[in-house]
């Protein structure tokens, strides 16, 4: 049950796209296509972004979309807006029942 | 509205124990597996525990096996867990949330333990 490995940060400016990095392996990320995404604020509970490695639930803007390849998932939002700054976190299926998260990545808008 | 309020946080010493719950509306509680996941200040996210929709299966993070109970009442639309042994790296906001496979949607607002003497 180890955490899945995402960059301590990432930054853009306002209308860029950046990518967050999420790496785990053959028993989670890699074996499984249960990848999901949170976006998290200050003081708030985490929302999902993306679930089931590319699925957007109802609501969040299609700026954000997730993708798989081998033991690496990635989160890319593009037209980068103010309000998407915050933490990001990854999450992914290891087996039942566990489940195991990323360290988290804090997205700066410049 | 599908909605999950957490109860039951505080401040308790080092050895003792407290029972978190979580009132969860609109939606059918007793078809989906509920999870625990948990924050420590300034941390990153943790799962906790999870519970079938019936209580038949029942799993933890390895740190919590033994000390922390999982469980539900699925006629009062209800999710607890009931620490004990707590020790001060269980400080954290513990949050439920509904959860399928790897997606955890919605959250609660969480309740903040502190274990401290």
């Known amino acids: 049950q180890s955490a899945l490995t995402q960059p301590r940060s990432v930054s853009g400016s306002p209308g860029q796209s950046v990518t967050i990095s999420c790496t785990g392996t053959s028993s989670d990320v890699g074996g499984y296509n249960y990848v999901s995404w949170y976006q998290q604020h200050p003081g708030k509970a985490p929302k999902p972004m993306i679930y089931d490695v590319s699925k957007r639930p109802s609501g969040v803007p299609d700026r954000f979309s997730g993708s798989k390849s081998g033991n690496t998932a990635s989160l890319t939002i593009t037209g980068l807006q103010a309000e998407d700054e915050g933490d990001y976190y990854c999450c992914s299926y290891a087996g039942s029942p566990y489940v195991v998260f990323g360290g988290g990545t804090k997205l700066t808008v410049l | 509205e599908v909605q999950l309020v957490e109860s039951g946080g505080g401040l308790v010493q080092p050895g003792g124990s407290l029972r978190l719950s979580c009132a969860a509306s609109?939606?059918?509680?007793?078809?989906?597996?509920m999870s625990w996941v948990r924050q420590a200040p300034g941390k990153g996210l943790e799962w906790v525990a999870n519970i079938k929709q019936d209580g038949s299966e029942k799993t933890y993070v390895d740190s919590v096996k033994g000390r922390f109970t999982i469980s539900r009442d699925n006629a009062k639309n209800s999710l607890y867990l009931q620490m004990n042994s707590l020790r001060a790296e269980d400080t954290a906001i513990y949050y439920c949330?509904?959860?399928?496979?790897?997606?955890?949607?919605?959250w609660g607002q969480g309740t903040l333990v502190t274990v401290s003497s």
């Open positions: 949330a509904r959860v399928h496979m790897a997606t955890f949607d919605p």
């Open positions: 609109g939606f059918t509680f007793s078809s989906y597996w």
